[in-house]
């Protein structure tokens, strides 16, 4: 069997010198994009060099190969070699022509200032002036006041009431007014509390902590208003509830309202 195969071998290389010498007469080979064609019998395994592919019986195969193979991809970069030695120093070279002006530099600090001269004689006095014409008359003193209070305590209610009244002439006002509030409840509770005169109000809303003991807070309240006739300033309060809160044990002690009456204002 081991002679067999080499008798084959043989025999296939003559048929490929063969038809490679039988062939220089016919065509180009390889052709013009250096590839060889040969067409390989699949029953006695010729093969024999033709000028194209179409040349091939139907009981031969195509066989194609290149005369040169594809062109490898690039290598990688070689390191750097070695540094060269320095050069001689070349020779001196002629001067340049000399460089355009610079800019200004910037202003120096102000020097400190110089010693005081010696004061002069004083001159004779001038005649009298004539007298000037009177001023403009001075502001008024402190504006005159009014201010009312209660100590209470008043019980709050689910409906608002008068916790503190002062009542007022015509004129125009800035009020101020505080009241204290607490309560005895298990439910925080929130109270608002209202400043009016002359039409305007004024609204302070707490919430009372829900406590077992008494909790407090203070509602402050200010409002400005001018009175064409006389009237009256007043704090009233109320309390809400939520949902099933049953009513609270609310307070307001402490009440004030004071007024500080104006020359003019203006409300812008």
């Known amino acids: 069997m081991r002679h067999s195969g080499q008798r084959i071998a043989v025999f296939t290389v003559v048929l490929i010198t063969a038809a490679l010498a039988a062939t220089v007469a016919f065509g180009q080979i390889p052709d013009s994009d250096g590839v060889i064609h040969a067409c390989y019998h699949t029953g006695n395994g010729g093969i024999r060099v033709v000028n194209d592919d179409t040349e ?43 460089g355009a002006d610079g800019a200004d530099g910037a202003q120096g600090p102000q020097g400190p200032a110089g010693v005081d001269g010696v004061d002069g004689a004083d001159g004779a006095p001038g005649p009298q ?82 406590t077992g003991s008494a909790s407090a807070q203070t509602a402050d309240l200010m409002l400005s208003r001018v009175l064409a006739a006389p009237g009256a300033a007043q704090v009233s309060c109320r309390y809400y509830l939520s949902g099933r809160q049953r009513k609270p044990k609310v307070t307001a002690a402490y009440a004030e309202i004071a007024a500080i009456e104006l020359r003019s204002l203006t409300v812008q």
Do not use: F
Not at 56 to 64: A, N, R
Not at 65 to 70: D, E, R, S, T
Not at 150 to 179: F, N, Q, S, W
Not at 202 to 207: E, H, I, L, Q
């Open 129 to 210: 002036g004539p007298q000037g014409p009177q001023g403009p008359a001075g502001a008024d003193g402190a504006a005159p006041g009014l201010a009312s209070s209660t100590v209470g305590p008043l019980k709050i209610r689910k409906r608002a009431i008068v916790v503190e009244r002062l009542d007022l002439p015509a004129g125009a006002y800035v009020l101020l007014a505080k009241v204290s509030l607490g309560q005895i409840s298990p439910h925080s509770t929130r109270v608002v509390c209202g400043l009016r005169a002359g039409g305007r109000l004024d609204r302070a809303s707490v919430v009372l902590a829900a």
């Open 56 to 98: 091939c019986s139907s009981g031969e195969s195509p066989l194609d190969w290149y005369q040169v193979g594809a062109t490898g991809g690039q290598g990688p970069q070689g390191p750097a070699g070695p540094a060269g030695a320095d050069g001689a120093q070349g020779a001196q070279g002629p001067q340049g022509p000399a």
